[in-house]
């Protein structure tokens, strides 16, 4: 079992950045493939960020790379978002998910474990 808890999130200026935490329980967290996800009003949740168990392998949406990092802290048992040159469209709500498999996936359905969000907001 693994709970995940969000924060960091918040209102932005474009061209700003914000980081993202998920603080996790459970000791088993190093095992765990880690995602972030984010979901915009009026649409699906998508796929923003994913990082393997020891944050070896990374994997990024076309939407957000160069400009977002995911990373993990296993002693910490913390999963990160390094936002950068933030943009109005990603303004939505960021959610942490945990999966237990070998491989990192942007399919929301490999994840059992999720965060309750936290809103970030880029204004224009």
């Known amino acids: 079992q693994v709970q995940l808890v969000e924060s960091g999130g918040g209102l932005v200026q474009a061209g700003g950045s914000l980081r993202l935490s998920c603080a996790a329980s459970?000791?088993?967290?190093?095992?765990?493939?880690m995602a972030w996800f984010r979901q915009a009003p009026g649409k699906e949740r998508e796929f923003v960020a994913s990082t393997s168990s020891r944050g070896i392998i990374t994997s990024n949406a076309d939407s957000v790379k160069g400009r977002f990092t995911i990373s993990r802290d296993n002693a910490k048992n913390t999963v990160y978002l390094q936002m950068n040159s933030l943009k109005p469209e990603d303004t939505a709500v960021y959610y942490c998910a945990a999966g237990a498999m070998l491989r990192i996936s942007q399919e929301e359905r490999n994840y059992g474990y999720w965060g309750q969000g936290t809103q970030v907001t880029v204004s224009s």
């Open positions: 459970g000791r088993t967290f190093s095992s765990y493939v």
